[in-house]
């Protein structure tokens, strides 16, 4: 009485764990599909301004990005008078050599598309909320004067406005 | 009696892609390209020119100014008001002879639809924050969508939205999106 059975405890069964890697790894597969790896390094500062009337652009692979913002980093180029900077691929440009950058950008990101997809290629401006204008503006001029005409005013997506 | 060979121990491979899982998430971007589309007009010297050619009645000026604050047609206006003026300008709903003239066209799958000729007439100064400036096309593409809306609830039944390309191109061409961007002034260089 009172004494315990040697050799016939009986273990409680563990949990097989074995599966668990292939959740994970469905999840991992899963993110790697919907997700995008970030192409170039942000050296500006870019907050996108918020819009309700916002459409998703079709294809990533047809959109070439024009940051415009606050420089990150103190050695980064800016436009006079030394606020904002404009990010093309992965560097920033020079004041005086704008006109030629943005030219040679617009040249190099129609080269590496088809045929095809040349007409359908669109320039999206991503500029932070606070920039002005100006800069802007200057950057349409340019693209204008390239005879890139399609543009896209990047934003993030607000559900209902509400003013007043 | 044969010793059961020891299994492997499976149980670290789920750090290791929860490691994996992770790193996947710190460095991809789930957004996906969104915003505001527009098309430049085509690079000419003389489009100032086309502009004046207009009837006054047929654009609407739209002015921000170097404080954020938008006009339209001389007139100091909240941002909120703006869809609604757009709206009533683009609709004509009274045809009234200071709003812009209609023009009968033949559109395919809508018959003959009264275009609206109105432009938009969109100016910013220098200062303009581009914060700003997006609400401001936002509103307008606001309007825009809203008419479209109404026009093809009327037409086809459905929203926008919901209706397929030739249905959708018909009502583009009954609600077309002018916006004519005129050069921006400076207000820091009037002065």
């Known amino acids: 009485m009172g004494r315990f059975k040697k050799g016939e405890k009986k ?23 919907i997700t995008n790896m970030r192409e170039s390094t942000l050296k500006v500062h870019f907050k996108p301004p918020l819009a309700s009337e916002v459409q998703k652009l079709e294809k990533k692979s047809l ?39 943005v030219k040679d950008f617009i040249g190099t990101e129609r080269e590496s598309r088809s045929e095809a997809d040349k007409a359908k290629l669109t320039f999206s401006l991503k500029v932070d909320k606070n920039v002005q204008m100006r800069y802007v503006n200057t950057i349409k001029q340019e693209l204008r004067n390239n005879n890139a005409l399609k543009i896209n005013y990047a934003t993030g997506k607000k559900s209902d406005m509400k003013l007043k | 009696m044969a010793r059961k060979p020891p299994g492997i121990n499976t149980g670290s491979m789920a750090d290791i892609s929860f490691l994996l ?54 007139q100091e206006i909240l941002l909120a008001q703006l869809k609604d003026k ?47 400036y997006v609400q401001v096309q936002n509103e307008l593409e606001k309007a825009v969508n ?46």
């Open chain 2, 21 to 74: 899982l992770t790193f996947f998430l710190l460095t991809s971007s789930i957004s996906t390209e969104q915003g505001i589309p527009r098309r430049l007009p085509p690079p000419k010297k003389d489009t100032e020119k086309t502009i004046v050619d207009i009837n006054k009645r047929n654009v609407l000026n739209v002015m921000v100014n170097f404080n954020d604050a938008v006009w339209v047609n001389g």
């Open chain 2, 146 to 191: 809203e008419l479209r809306d109404k026009v093809s609830l009327n037409y086809f039944g459905k929203k926008f939205d919901n209706l397929d390309t030739a249905s959708r191109r018909a009502i583009q061409k009954a609600i077309p999106m002018n916006i004519s961007e005129a050069p921006p002034i400076d207000y820091s260089k009037t002065e």
């Open chain 2, 86 to 132: 757009a709206v009533e300008f683009l609709e004509n709903p009274t045809n009234s002879s200071s709003l812009p003239e209609k023009e009968i066209t033949q559109i395919e799958n809508m018959g003959e639809y009264p275009v609206s000729k109105g432009v938009i007439s969109l100016t910013n100064d220098q200062s303009t924050t581009y914060n700003m």
């Open chain 1, 63 to 101: 959109v070439a990005n024009i940051y415009i913002g606050a420089p990150l980093g103190k050695n980064e180029n800016t436009l006079p008078p030394g606020k904002v900077s404009v990010q093309l691929n992965d560097q920033t440009i020079k004041a005086e050599d704008l006109v030629e950058d």
């Open chain 1, 11 to 33: 273990d409680v069964p563990e949990i097989n764990t074995g599966s668990m890697s292939d959740i994970i790894f469905m999840f991992l597969f899963f993110f790697m599909v």
